[in-house]
């Protein structure tokens, strides 16, 4: 388990660690850009071209050094006469990126794009347009709705906010009674980002239309966590020693408000089907692994189990939580093919691939995803989620 | 009604116009600065004193130039040897202000404020806390919900979003059907704006707990318009000619997407009283100007309406349209103070709290509100919904 956690540290650095300088080669870039659809209303810049380069644009005519940083890349953007700069990256993967300007020593959000929360900050995000982008398009289909709770938490004594997919039917349909399957996010994330970057609403309004998943209700809740205070933290840029990390009980306080606040709360205000066979928990990356250790500690509550680039489950797992594998149904567990080596290994060693087929021997309905040419990023989870949703509830 | 649409065609060119540039006397500031309640979290900076002031800060190591843009005014913002901007603003009113930073020439949002969506444009925002910010507080009373809907529109052939607030017991007392108010934004704004910088749910939750407002469903839809092709632009900076603008018939298409889209969407899809005697209208600004010409032209739809800072309604207009006096239960005007002179007049002539009296008059149940020491802002909105709130629906 140990190996897999170790995937959140390496986000929460990520960001912050932008480490190289580059110049795209500019005679081989396609003159075919295109404003991103990340874009606010209106607004022509960034753009983006057919090979997935992003062109970023800024006026700073006092300024004598701007760069687009993105994926961890710095590029140099020019200056024209009226003090406009402009400049390429490389080509990026498709799906969603974070990125930011920098003029003159200071990290700023582009003036021109929307604004998404991860990387423990909101900021600009950056759509590079997908093969498979019609799955979560926005098309002329019944739509469900995204629902802003405020709620009361005994567990922490605090008011809290969580967003609520309802499917297409469900303010017409008055008597029906749905399952429902709780969403995480990863690290420096929160309770927005399934539903801006991740697309959850599009993606199931699509997939209900075309009878690919059955109608259910997704909560999407904030799973963010102190570093507990008796625990020394790793030093910037340093990898905590094998052991250390995370502390022991990181998850117990998300585990606390998921049972006792969260999931009443829930059955209290929705019409769910509100027991264990009609009950679901995945979550991306540190909301994997948050989902694989309630759900192996409490088998009795979820029936499906997803983790999208969050670990993994063996059967040694499953054997330490004997009736995990009696009571949950259905197991899935993805990652993007970036994340995995040549072996299929994650980097942090361990294979998915291989703790699946071991599982399907002893008897567990397990499944393996990887999403092609994607990283540690919302396309592999946008892709991990509409695979997911079309393997639950179906019983 | 000439003379009240004016304001959008002011509002409009507001933000891009910050005119002066301004140095703060730092000998009278109070050294009780606190981080703002619109920071992202965790963050620091922006600060606000007791006095109003907001401090700004950026890391900008390379940087000649740094500035803080608020309320039309530039700060000059000073660098220490760690690279690091300072600055602070003179006095701002109570409530929330749009702003944004330059660096060497780049207009750019504060990457550590939460973003907000007016003046065209998602960007920084932030609050003052005001003497009477207890009645749009967060606190532990039952919330109700803010519900993100997409729906198909007939009249303009695309898929539009609204957000609906639902009252704290409209989950769970689901045989009951209430009244609704259609809630618009003002020019430059967008459906976000009454629900995030408006705090549209607290401010209802609030009232409804202290049993000040009867719970009803409040939508909030895009009102925006585009210039019609054939009639000539204002040059920028220029005034309009008296009588040529609003370009006749500006409102008519969200007049006839309210009519014939929302309306029957929000009446199939929430549980609605689905008449005329409950049903109200008001808006800001540009809403308010909306509001006015669809109340007037469509007595039989609404029975409640509210101009906030958005013109006014004179006893001529009543006479041309005279259903509206038989039909019409109550009529609400407001202004903020600093919108009208020592005459109680508007910037552009005419005298609400008079048109007011003289509707009194002839037997319309009339209200004039002045929210007090505030311009064309939010807070005065804020203020004025939770007047108006307070005196629909109550019969």
Redesign the interface.
Known sequence: MKRNLLFLVVLLLTFSGSLCFAQTDQKTVKEDFKPASTN???KEYPQVNSEGRVRAQ?????????QLDISAVKYDLVKDEN?VWTGDSDRQDEGFHYY??W???????D?RS??FYGA????SGIEIPAKDQEFYA???VP?G????????SKTNYS?RRCFVYTPPDY??N?LKRYPVLYLQHGGGE?ETGW?NQGKT?LIM?NLIADGKAKPFIIVMDNGAWRWPENVPRPKPGERPAPGSWPPKGWADGFTKTLLQDIIPMID???RTLADQQHRAMSGLSMGGMQTKIITLSTPDVFSYVGLFSGGSITVEDVENSPEFKDKVKLLFVSYGSRELDENGETRFGGNPKADIEALKNIGIDSHYYVSPLTAHEWQSWRRSLHEFAQLIFNE
Chains 1, 2 share one sequence.
């Open positions: 606010q209303p209106g800024i006026s700073a005519p006092e300024a004598h050094k701007v003090g930011q300007l003029v003159d020593g200071a990290a700023v959000p003036p929307k604004y423990s900050r909101w900021g926005l098309k002329n739509h709705q995204i629902v802003e709770k405020l709620y009361y008011i303010e017409t008055t929160d539903t609403g309004d209290t205000n929705f």
